[in-house]
């Protein structure tokens, strides 16, 4: 009978540890279409910008061919003025080169190194930037950095909930066990003991033989959190 006790208390940890992975997985799903939906926000935002910004420009010829009368000389002028402006527009530095735009791979670089040094802040923006961008093999990196920079600002549900969607992202992938060692190590810091076991419990049944470092961090959690066998 005391068995049979120990059997449905067993059962009952494991569901309360799996639903707590549900509800993370379900609030993850949510955030990525919140996401999506400020990208295409953020594109039509974009689309708008450069619409007024040709407007402007039609109507800024248009009052300077009526300022200076119709015709060739007039058009001729326009012409000119558009044509200057228009060389002139892509100066930005004193040799007159145009600021290169970063790509994935440096604003990755920029983040890791503001994690370095512990700016937390910074490394979030960056991540954010590129998760907002187009989708690439990148974004995960970029997931990555975003958990480890909300953990460095102590934002532990919501860095939570960042590893785990860095894990969902790519399960199998190189990212996955530390990503499932920092849904661990970040339920440690918010107390909920139980939940980081099972997330642990997952990870060694997922990835058996993890990189020694994960190995040892995985035996530092356990103990933290108090895991049982």
């Known amino acids: 009978?005391?068995?049979?006790?120990?059997?449905?208390?067993?059962?009952?940890?494991?569901?309360?540890?799996?639903?707590v992975l549900q509800l993370l997985e379900r609030v993850n799903t949510l955030e990525e279409q919140t996401r999506d939906m400020r990208g295409q926000i953020d594109q039509l935002n974009n689309q708008v910008q450069q619409q007024n910004a040709t407007l402007s420009?039609?109507?800024?010829?248009?009052?300077?061919?009526?300022?200076?009368?119709?015709g060739g000389a007039s058009g001729g002028a326009a012409s000119a003025a558009s044509t200057a402006a228009a060389g002139a527009a892509p100066l930005a530095s004193a040799d007159g080169a145009a600021p290169?735009?970063?790509?994935?791979?440096?604003?990755?670089?920029?983040?890791?190194?503001?994690?370095?040094?512990?700016?937390?802040?910074?490394?979030?923006?960056d991540a954010q930037q590129v998760l907002s961008g187009p989708k690439s093999v990148r974004q995960i990196d970029a997931q990555y950095l975003l958990a480890q920079s909300l953990a460095g600002q102590k934002q532990?549900?919501?860095?939570?909930?960042?590893?785990?969607?860095t894990?969902?992202?790519?399960?199998?992938?190189?990212?996955?066990?530390?990503?499932?060692?920092?849904?661990?190590?970040?339920?440690?810091?918010?107390?909920?003991?139980?939940?980081?076991?099972?997330?642990?419990?997952?990870?060694?049944?997922?990835?058996?033989?993890?990189?020694?470092?994960?190995?040892s961090a995985e035996g530092i959690y356990r103990k933290k959190a108090k895991c049982g066998g």
Request: with cysteine.
């Open 57 to 70: 420009k039609q109507i800024a010829d248009m009052n300077f061919a009526m300022q200076n009368g119709h």
């Open 156 to 165: 532990y549900r919501q860095s939570a909930l960042a590893y785990y969607d």
């Open 167 to 215: 894990y969902n992202r790519s399960p199998h992938g190189a990212r996955a066990p530390s990503a499932l060692l920092g849904v661990a190590a970040t339920l440690v810091a918010l107390g909920d003991k139980a939940s980081a076991c099972q997330a642990l419990d997952k990870l060694s049944s997922e990835f058996p033989e993890p990189e020694p470092r994960i190995r």
């Open 100 to 125: 290169a735009k970063r790509t994935a791979a440096d604003i990755l670089k920029d983040g890791n190194a503001a994690l370095l040094r512990q700016d937390y802040t910074a490394a979030q923006a």
């Open 1 to 19: 009978m005391g068995g049979a006790v120990l059997h449905v208390g067993a059962a009952r940890a494991d569901d309360n540890g799996n639903l």
